[in-house]
């Protein structure tokens, strides 16, 4: 193989090696960006799907608490809690953080209102499935029975009670008793349980999917990783290949061996034109035109020599003539 051969073909390989290599980094960047946002979708969905959880375990809260108190200010927030949640009322800020508990103790929002928006409008920004969504709608439909008792038991307080028909008309003395019996009863413990089953399996869902997302893109990213490692462990070994290739056709034949280069130079500078260029598979373009040198230095010698040869003979004859002509 010619040094220009060599030249085009390294050129070709490294230019190849390095594109890949740049191709699999650009690849290995955006699997990146796409890790990082299927972690906080993520993230952001599990936010979602624990307020829903939280937000039923506060109105248990609210409603026991408003039946042993009687204080309108939790019987307001447990109807509070239901409008943020159906997006009738602003959605406060930074929601999945402690809200109530420090509502409950002062009176003060512990952070500013948002913007109004059902948490189911969320959940579908965030890309849950139909089949997460049937879980929920499963959930709501069994919490009917729940909210029957909450709401038997907190008119109960007022005194007020079902008149038969679905209607709290019916005006008494308030009932504590039976407000705290209902809250705290087996029954509705069994009701809290039918709305948390589905939620939980809602959870189960959630977090296959979503850890199934990100599973896919860290795979991803560790398959880029391979490539790249493997594009450059090409790349040292054609390093390797080219200083080893470099060192036979070119720097060896310039060394001081024998039939190399320099010693071939050293040889004519000295005057000695019989040296023969031998094939020795590493030859380069400047051993034959060391030859060429070799084989015009010898002819320029050879005719400087006939040369010298015919003015001698002609010296030697003028000098012959010239005695002559003095004898004469």
Same mark, same amino acid.
């Given at each position: ?22 191709v ?32 039923? #375990? #506060?109105?248990t ?7 042993i108190?009687?204080?309108?200010r939790?019987?307001?927030?447990y ?8 997006g ?17 103790? #002062?009176?003060n ?10 948490l ?26 729940l ?9 109960a ?8 028909? *679905? ?22 413990h ?12 809602f ?10 997302k990100v ?13 790249a ?5 090409g ?6 290949w080219?200083y ?26 000295? *005057? #000695? ?11 380069? *373009? ?11 230095l010898?002819e320029?010698? *050879?005719?400087?020599?006939?040369s ?13 003539g ?7």
């Amino acid at each position: 193989m010619t040094i220009k051969r060599l030249l085009i073909l390294s050129s070709i390989i490294m230019l190849t090696l390095l594109m890949s290599f740049g191709v699999v980094a650009y690849l290995m960047l955006i699997n990146q960006k796409d890790l990082v946002k299927s972690s906080e979708i993520r993230y952001q969905s599990y936010l979602l799907a624990d307020e829903l959880r939280q937000s039923s #375990d #506060d109105l248990t809260r609210l409603a026991r608490t408003y039946v042993i108190s009687n204080d309108a200010r939790y019987e307001q927030q447990y109807w509070d809690v239901l409008a943020i949640r159906n997006g009738e009322k602003p959605r406060p800020q930074n929601y999945e953080r402690i809200y109530w508990d420090f509502l409950a103790a #002062d009176g003060n929002k512990p952070t500013p209102d948002g913007q109004s928006i059902s948490l189911q409008n969320l959940m579908k920004q965030m890309g849950f499935s139909d089949q997460e969504f049937a879980k929920l709608k499963e959930a709501q439909a069994n919490s009917d029975g729940l909210v029957k008792i909450e709401t038997i038991a907190m008119n109960a307080v007022k005194g007020q009670f079902d008149d038969g028909q *679905g209607k709290f008309t019916k005006k008494g003395d308030p009932d504590f008793e039976l407000a705290s019996k209902l809250m705290h009863s087996q029954e509705y413990h069994v009701e809290k349980a039918k709305i948390m089953k589905p939620i939980n399996e809602f959870f189960a869902q959630l977090d296959h999917r979503t850890q199934s997302k990100v599973n896919y893109y860290e795979g991803l990213g560790n398959a880029y990783f391979t490539m790249a490692f493997l594009l450059m462990a090409g790349l040292m070994a054609f390093v390797v290949w080219f200083y080893w290739i470099f060192n036979l056709k070119v720097r060896l034949p310039l060394g001081g061996e024998p039939t190399t280069m320099v010693a071939i130079t050293n040889q004519i500078a000295s *005057g #000695d034109l019989s040296m023969k260029l031998m094939n020795t598979g590493k030859e380069i *373009g400047m051993y034959a035109a060391l030859g060429t040198m070799s084989e015009k230095l010898k002819e320029m010698v *050879g005719k400087v020599n006939e040369s010298t040869s015919q003015v001698n003979s002609a010296a030697c004859e003028i000098a012959q003539g010239s005695a002559d002509l003095s004898q004469r």
